[in-house]
């Protein structure tokens, strides 16, 4: 059987690439969207902090609230800033020994979450779930300007991201 001069076979074919492409949006190569891995020991991020790892020990969020007002400031002063160029970017965040289920939030740096008009103009994302060993992705379209990015559930500081145009 002939359909339109082609075989049923290659208009099967050809309708079945024509509804892959429709459904499946505008094509991205794997290569624009860049991945910046932070691991989270307790307190703080290790990438963060120059790769150092202060020793802390939690059992809880009070825990980290302690040793962040004792020692947050000094060392958010010496904490590396991630510079980035505008663009797609999966932040893979890694629970790597911390006993509870931890989290992770970037947002811009004047973000207010009791405000509900930043919910609808500004730049937040967030997630949950990371329990000890586990890793999770949180893909994000950043634009120019500054970004703190923390864990509330294991309270680290707010570290600092910059995205140039």
């Not at 302690?66 to 160029?85: H, S």
């Not at 989290?103 to 329990?131: Q, V």
Request: hydrophobic share 40%; aromatic share 8%; proline share 4%.
């Amino acid at each position: 059987m002939q359909l339109r001069g082609m075989g049923v076979r290659a208009a099967m074919g050809a309708a079945a690439v024509g509804l892959a492409a429709a459904f499946a949006g505008p094509a991205t190569s794997a290569q624009e969207v860049k991945v910046i891995e932070l691991t989270q020991v307790a307190c703080q991020f290790l990438e963060s902090e120059n790769g150092v790892d202060h020793g802390f020990t939690t059992t809880g969020k009070a825990d980290c609230e302690a040793i962040n007002n004792e020692t947050g400031a000094d060392r958010l002063a010496e904490a590396k800033v991630i510079e980035l160029e505008a663009g797609t970017y999966v932040f893979r965040v890694t629970n790597k020994d911390v006993p509870y289920e931890l989290g992770f939030w970037l947002r811009e740096h004047d973000y207010n979450w009791k405000n509900p008009l930043h919910k609808l103009t500004k730049i937040s994302i967030s997630g949950g779930g990371l329990a000890i060993g586990t890793t999770k992705d949180y893909e994000v379209e950043l634009e120019p300007g500054e970004y703190l990015y923390s864990c509330p559930l294991n309270p680290t500081p707010d570290y600092r991201l910059v995205v140039k145009g």
